[in-house]
């Protein structure tokens, strides 16, 4: 079984707790949001969700995209003086800042849903929606997201991976 959750609004975490080269990725994401017609919902997930709950410094900033991932990551690039995105197989895109010692890394990728032929295979990749892109995770810390979109920015997404044991007869 899976339940998901929708939580309080976080925005003021993202916009005080959050190291200042980390406010300005969120922003600009929100801005490429409210602007472009090619993507549907943008959020800040996994680890830097969880450092900031937990009070933590936040290290790389991990980015899910409802709809064209790969357009949003050359306009995020752009916006922040980047080399272009470098894409993957996987519907990733990493985005590595100027001044890397003191700029979190960025990776972009598409909210999706993966199947594996067999249990060593290389993951088949399919566009899909928030829910399931958090239902892939590999643990509930990492699976919550903060949307960026200005409609909605600071709401807290969670998917919580439950479960039913039976006893046997």
Do not use: W
Not at 18 to 31: G, L, M, Y
Not at 155 to 161: A, I
Request: some cysteine.
């Amino acid at each position: 079984l899976f339940r998901s959750t929708h939580m309080p609004n976080l925005a003021q975490l993202l916009n005080s707790k959050a190291p200042r080269p980390h406010q300005r990725v969120f922003e600009i994401c929100r801005e490429i949001a409210s602007s472009s017609s090619s993507v549907e919902q943008i959020y800040v997930v996994g680890g830097v969700v969880r450092d900031l709950i937990i009070d933590r410094e936040p290290g790389d900033i991990d980015l899910t995209v409802v709809g064209n991932a790969e357009q949003f990551a050359t306009d995020l690039a752009e916006r922040l003086s980047a080399q272009t995105a470098k894409a993957s197989q996987f519907l990733t895109f990493k985005i590595s800042l100027p001044d890397a010692s003191t700029s979190p890394e960025i990776d972009v990728v598409v909210a999706r849903s993966e199947s594996y032929e067999s249990p060593a295979a290389l993951p088949t990749v399919v566009p899909a929606g928030i829910e399931e892109d958090l239902l892939r995770r590999d643990f509930t810390l990492n699976s919550m997201a903060i949307s960026l979109r200005d409609s909605d920015f600071g709401n807290l997404r969670s998917e919580e991976h439950t479960s039913e044991l039976q006893s046997p007869d």
